[in-house]
């Protein structure tokens, strides 16, 4: 039954998330198992901030877009494993009683390029440095900006070298303009943050990857969400997944 409900609470997470991986069971761990909020920390290729459910609500806005969005943080709910509901859940079964950590939450993934990642939060309608994370600044405007820490930069694998038989593999992806559109697979650990394509015009992507002779899968990532290449058919399974394949001559 424990597992069960650990099923439904990432369903249930899924919805509230998009910064990190969305199928990482590590992480949806990590959020469970929190007790109380803390200072910014790394996680996988993004970085995760809490702030106490005390407050009302609580957003946050960064430097490099010029403050001009604000991001609003969750609430973190998480399984109610109080002998009380272990009791009504035996008799009742589903649906999983859920209670409030105490805890509102926001993950985000750093952009390529940036090394430094300076915020601001809005609690409760007023704008602030983060009052739990020491290291700020004061901007050139005077203002106190908070500092967040980074993901580690990650090296990219070598696409083509000497000796290596190497060829330029188009990936091309139609559909809404203004999204994140990444390609992951084989090639690069499935890594889901590696690879952007570029739109080029209004909904049309598109990236050139030099790999060497072989075969591979791989999937689109479009804001998040796996997306297949349906001008590439047919689909196959890896792992229980559907995956596009590739054949590099």
């Given at each position: 039954?424990?597992?069960?409900?650990?099923t439904v609470?990432?369903?249930?997470?899924i919805?509230?998330?998009?910064?990190?991986?969305?199928?990482?069971?590590?992480?949806?761990?990590?959020?469970?198992?929190?007790?109380?909020?803390?200072?910014?920390?790394?996680?996988?290729?993004?970085?995760?901030?809490?702030?106490?459910?005390?407050?009302?609500?609580?957003?946050?806005?960064?430097?490099?877009?010029?403050?001009?969005?604000?991001?609003?943080?969750?609430?973190?709910?998480?399984?109610?494993?109080?002998?009380?509901?272990?009791?009504?859940?035996?008799?009742?079964?589903?649906?999983?009683?859920?209670k409030?950590?105490?805890?509102?939450?926001?993950?985000?993934?750093?952009?390529?390029?940036?090394?430094?990642?300076?915020?601001?939060?809005?609690?409760?309608g007023?704008?602030?440095?983060?009052?739990?994370?020491?290291?700020?600044?004061?901007?050139?405007?005077?203002m106190?900006?908070?500092?967040?820490?980074?993901?580690?930069?990650?090296?990219?694998?070598?696409?083509?070298?000497?000796?290596?038989?190497?060829?330029?593999?188009?990936?091309?992806?139609t559909?809404?303009?203004?999204?994140?559109?990444?390609?992951?697979?084989s090639?690069?650990?499935?890594?889901?943050?590696m690879?952007?394509?570029?739109?080029?015009?209004?909904?049309?992507?598109?990236?050139?990857?030099h790999?060497?002779?072989?075969?591979?899968y791989?999937?689109?990532?479009?804001q998040?969400?796996?997306?297949?290449?349906?001008?590439?058919?047919?689909?196959?399974?890896?792992?229980?997944?559907?995956?596009?394949?590739?054949e590099?001559?």
């Amino acid at each position: 039954m424990r597992a069960f409900i650990f099923t439904v609470f990432l369903v249930f997470i899924i919805g509230t998330i998009g910064a990190l991986n969305t199928e990482s069971y590590q992480f949806i761990n990590h959020l469970v198992n929190l007790t109380s909020a803390g200072q910014p920390e790394v996680f996988e290729d993004g970085v995760l901030w809490t702030v106490p459910a005390s407050y009302k609500r609580v957003g946050i806005a960064f430097a490099y877009e010029g403050f001009a969005k604000v991001y609003w943080f969750k609430r973190l709910m998480v399984p109610d494993d109080s002998p009380k509901s272990q009791e009504q859940e035996a008799k009742q079964g589903p649906p999983v009683v859920y209670k409030d950590s105490g805890i509102l939450f926001f993950t985000y993934t750093v952009p390529k390029g940036l090394t430094s990642l300076e915020y601001r939060l809005v609690i409760d309608g007023l704008w602030t440095a983060d009052p739990v994370n020491p290291n700020k600044r004061i901007n050139e405007s005077g203002m106190t900006v908070s500092i967040a820490p980074l993901p580690p930069v990650k090296n990219e694998p070598v696409t083509s070298s000497e000796g290596i038989p190497s060829n330029g593999v188009a990936f091309s992806y139609t559909g809404q303009a203004g999204q994140s559109v990444y390609v992951a697979g084989s090639f690069n650990n499935w890594d889901p943050f590696m690879y952007e394509l570029k739109e080029n015009s209004p909904g049309n992507y598109g990236l050139t990857l030099h790999l060497p002779t072989g075969v591979y899968y791989y999937v689109f990532f479009v804001q998040g969400r796996r997306v297949l290449n349906y001008n590439n058919l047919p689909k196959l399974y890896r792992d229980g997944l559907a995956v596009n394949q590739l054949e590099v001559k």
